[in-house]
C-alpha cells in the first residue's frame, strides 16, 4: 500500500516543550515516515506506512507520552478583540502580582504558615498536597519512567524537598502556584493561537446552492465542483468561482487584506470567505473547502510551524539542556549549603517553558496577523532570513510593471496588412500565458481580426512560441527566438522608448515587429527608497527584455539590471549571491519566476491570490499586486526578530537572576515557586504586541 498523510487532533498541549514530547513518541512508531507536531492548531501531520501503523497505534503512543488525540480538532474560539485581548491581560498580570504579595506580605509576614504547620496534621496536609498535584505528578512519574525531564519535574522535586523537611503548607502552596503557572501558560499560548484560528472563523460553513430550480442551503463539504452557488447581499462567498450573472460589490479583505472593495460582474473569479457587501452573485464552483485561495492561505499559516526559525532551534536546544543543569545547581546547592528549603528553591524558581515559548509565541502572533492583512508567511524561517536579507532581486513584467502591457506599434515587414499581421500573430499567441502574448490577443479582439485554431503548439520559455497557421510554421518572440531581428535599424528607437518588442518569422521569413509597453506601478520608487533604509543594499532588476528595455527601466529606478535572461539564468544569479554570502530575496509574478523563488533564500510573489504556482513556489505571498507590502514584511519581520531576541534576553536574565537568589537563601520556595511563572507573562505580553501589527 502507498504511504497515507493523516492529520491527527492532539489535545493537551501547552507549550512547545508538549510538541517535542508528542513528536518524539509518534517519530517511534515502526512505520511512520515523518511528522509535524503544531502547537498553533493542536495537531500532527503524520506520513505512514497505513499497513504498519494506524490511528489507534497513534493515539496509545500520544497518551503514553501524557497527551491525547481528540475526536476532532479544537473548536474554533471566538474572535477576540485586542481592547478585550490586553484587558484580560491585564487582569492576569494583576491577579499573579496580587497572590505573590499576598503570600509574601501576609503569609509568611504573619506567621501564617508556621501556626498552618503546627496546627494541622502532616498526614492530612500530604493528602492535601497529593490531591491537589495529582496530575501534575502522575505526568512526572509518566516522562520519568520514560527517562524524561519536564519542566514540572523540577516543581515535583521542590514539592518533595518541603515535605521532607515537614513543610506541607509550603508544598500546598507550590502545588497552587504549579496550577497559577499552567493557566498561564495556557493563556500564554492560546495568544499565538488566536490570531491563527480568528483567520479560521472566517470560513464559510454552508452555501447556498440552486438544484432543480430551488435554493438549497448545504453544509460546505456536500457542495461540488461545477454546483452553481447563490450569494445574496451580505453574506459570505463560500466558493472559489466564477461569477456567471448577477453584479456585487465584494470586500475581499479575507485573502487580500485590503479593505477596498472591488466590483464583481459575469466573467469575475471569485474567492470562498470574501462577502458581498452590495448586491447578489450566481457563481459556478471551482473549488471547496480546503481547495480554495483562503483554504490554501488557512493551511499554510496552520503548517508554518514547520518552517522554524535558527533561533528558535537554538532555544528547544537550551531548553533541553537547561533542566539537566538546573538539577546540577540543586545538588551544588545542597552539598555547600545543607539547606534543603534553598535547594528546593532553585528547583522551583526554574522555569524552562519560558525558553520554549520566547520564539514560537512571536512568530505564531506576526504570522497570524499577517495573514488577515494579505502577506502569508510559510514560516518563523523566512521571517529571520528575511529580517537579515541584504539582496533584493526584482523580475519586471507583472512585478514592477502592472502586467497588462499594451501594443503600441504594429510593423508589417513583407507586406502583410496589419490585420493579416494580428490575426497571425493572436493565433499563434492563442495557448501563451504570457502577458506580452495577452497584449497581442487583446489588441487583435478589438480590431476584430479572425483568431485560427494553431497546430503543434509550443512555448519555449524565455523566449516565445511556435505554432503552425494556415500550414505556415510561425515563430514569435524576442531576438533568441528570431535571430534575425539583430540587423533590423528600426528597433533601436523603439527600445530607447522602453518598449519591449517581439517579432515574428513565417517560414523562416522576418514579416512583423510587435512593440508593447508596459506601465510602472506608481509606489514602487518610494517603495525601493524605503526597502534601502531597512538593510537592502543592492537591488538589481531581472529581465528577459532587451538590454535597452531594461536599462531605460533601471536608471529611472535608480537600480542595476541584467537583460535577455532565461528563467535559468536567474537561479544561477541568485545562486551567484548566495555563494559570496549574501541573504538574497528574488520578488516575482510567481509563474515564469517560480523556479528562482524557489531558490532565493525568500522568495516573494506579487499578487498571489487565487495563483497555485505563486502560493507553492514562494516562502511569502502578497496577496495583492501593491509594492507597499514589501517594506511592510521587512518591517514586520524585523519587528518580530528583536521581540524574539528581547523575549531570549529577558527569560535568560531573569532564570539567572532568579536562580542566584534561590541557591543563596534568598528567595523562599513559597515566593519562588509563584515568580517562576511570571517570564511567561512577560513573554506573552511583549510577544501580543505583534497581534496589532501597523
Known amino acids: 500500500m502507498p504511504n497515507q498523510t493523516l492529520e491527527v487532533p492532539i489535545s493537551g498541549m501547552d507549550c512547545a516543550e508538549c510538541t517535542q514530547h508528542v513528536q518524539h513518541a509518534i517519530e517511534k512508531i515502526p512505520g511512520v515516515q515523518s511528522v509535524n507536531v503544531f502547537l498553533a492548531t493542536e495537531k500532527a501531520i503524520v506520513r505512514l506506512d497505513p499497513a504498519k501503523v494506524d490511528l489507534p497505534v497513534i493515539r496509545t503512543a500520544v497518551q503514553g507520552a501524557g497527551y491525547d488525540v481528540s475526536a476532532s480538532n479544537s473548536p474554533m474560539l471566538a474572535p477576540v478583540s485586542t481592547s478585550d485581548f490586553n484587558r484580560r491581560l491585564t487582569l492576569l498580570l494583576v491577579s499573579v502580582f496580587a497572590i505573590i504579595l499576598s503570600v509574601v506580605i501576609f503569609g509568611e509576614g504573619l506567621g501564617w504558615f508556621d501556626f498552618l504547620n503546627e496546627r494541622v496534621p502532616f498526614l492530612l496536609g500530604f493528602v492535601i498536597v497529593i490531591a491537589g498535584g495529582y496530575s501534575v505528578f502522575m505526568n512526572v512519574i509518566r516522562a520519568t519512567l520514560k527517562r524524561q525531564i519536564i519542566s514540572h519535574t523540577l516543581m515535583t522535586l521542590g514539592v518533595i524537598a518541603a515535605l521532607v523537611v515537614g513543610q506541607w503548607v509550603t508544598a500546598a502552596l507550590v502545588v497552587i502556584f504549579m496550577r497559577v503557572g499552567d493557566y498561564v501558560e495556557n493563556f500564554t499560548t492560546e495568544s499565538a493561537r488566536r490570531a491563527v484560528k480568528e483567520l479560521t472563523s472566517l470560513a464559510p ?32 462567498i463560500a466558493v472559489d468561482g466564477e461569477v456567471i450573472s448577477g453584479q456585487a460589490t465584494v470586500d475581499q479583505s479575507a485573502i487580500t487584506g485590503e479593505s477596498m472593495p472591488v466590483e464583481a460582474a459575469s466573467g469575475t473569479h471569485v474567492y470562498a470567505a470574501t462577502i458581498a457587501k452590495l448586491g447578489s452573485l450566481r457563481i459556478r464552483t471551482d473549488r471547496i473547502g480546503v481547495d480554495t485561495t483562503f483554504g490554501r492561505v488557512v493551511k499554510m499559516v496552520e503548517e508554518a510551524e514547520a518552517h522554524r526559525a535558527n533561533v528558535q532551534r537554538i532555544a528547544d536546544k537550551f531548553s533541553a539542556w537547561y533542566l539537566p543543569v538546573v538539577a546540577v545547581i540543586a545538588t551544588l546547592t545542597f552539598l555547600f549549603t545543607r539547606n534543603p528549603l534553598s535547594t528546593a528553591a532553585v528547583l522551583l524558581v526554574a522555569c524552562s517553558c519560558s525558553f520554549a515559548l520566547a520564539t514560537p509565541v512571536a512568530m505564531l502572533a506576526s504570522i497570524g496577523a499577517s495573514a488577515k492583512r494579505g502577506l502569508l508567511i510559510k514560516g518563523g524561517k523566512y521571517l529571520e532570513l528575511l529580517a537579515r536579507a541584504d539582496v533584493l532581486l526584482v523580475d519586471k513584467t507583472g512585478t514592477l510593471t502592472l502586467g497588462q ?28 500565458e504570457h502577458p506580452l502574448a495577452e497584449a497581442v490577443r487583446r489588441l487583435a479582439r478589438e480590431e476584430n481580426s479572425s483568431l485560427i485554431e494553431p497546430k503543434d503548439f509550443e512555448s519555449v520559455p524565455g523566449q516565445g512560441v511556435r505554432a503552425v497557421i494556415d500550414a505556415r510554421h510561425i515563430a514569435i518572440g524576442n531576438r533568441r527566438m528570431i535571430p534575425a531581428a539583430e540587423t533590423l535599424a528600426m528597433t533601436a528607437e523603439l527600445e530607447a522608448q522602453g518598449k519591449t518588442l517581439l517579432f515574428m518569422e513565417s517560414d523562416k521569413e522576418l514579416v512583423g515587429v510587435f512593440a508593447a509597453s508596459d506601465t510602472l506601478r506608481s509606489e514602487v520608487p518610494a517603495a525601493l527608497k524605503e526597502v534601502r533604509t531597512l538593510g537592502i543594499r543592492h537591488i538589481e532588476l531581472l529581465t528577459g527584455d532587451n538590454e535597452r528595455t531594461a536599462s531605460t527601466l533601471a536608471e529611472k529606478l535608480g537600480v542595476s539590471y541584467r537583460a535577455n535572461l532565461l528563467p535559468e539564468n536567474k537561479i544561477n544569479i541568485v545562486k551567484e549571491y548566495q555563494a559570496k554570502g ?15 523563488l524557489a531558490q532565493a533564500d525568500i522568495g516573494i510573489a506579487m499578487g498571489a491570490a487565487g495563483t497555485d504556482v505563486a502560493i507553492e513556489a514562494a516562502h511569502i505571498a502578497l496577496m495583492r499586486e501593491d509594492w507597499n507590502l514589501v517594506p511592510d514584511v521587512l518591517k514586520i519581520a524585523k519587528r518580530t526578530m528583536r521581540i524574539v531576541k528581547t523575549n531570549l534576553a529577558f527569560t535568560t ?13 534568598i528567595l523562599p520556595p513559597v515566593l519562588a515557586a509563584a515568580a517562576q511563572s511570571l517570564p ?15
Open 653 to 665: 536574565i531573569y532564570n539567572v537572576f532568579g536562580l542566584s537568589l534561590a541557591a543563596f537563601g
Open 582 to 596: 549574501h541573504v538574497v530575496v528574488m520578488i516575482g509574478d510567481g509563474v515564469n519566476d517560480a523556479p528562482a
Open 405 to 432: 502591457p499594451q501594443v503600441t506599434d504594429v510593423i508589417s515587414l513583407n507586406g502583410l496588412s496589419r490585420n493579416e499581421l494580428l490575426s497571425i500573430a493572436a493565433s499563434a499567441e492563442r495557448y501563451s
Open 205 to 236: 460553513q454552508t452555501a447556498r446552492v440552486e438544484q432543480m430550480g430551488l435554493e438549497i442551503e448545504l453544509p460546505i463539504a456536500q457542495v461540488k465542483v461545477g454546483d452553481i452557488v447563490i450569494v445574496r447581499p451580505g453574506e459570505k
Open 680 to 694: 511567561d507573562i512577560g513573554i506573552m505580553g511583549n510577544s501580543a504586541r505583534l497581534l496589532k501589527q501597523k
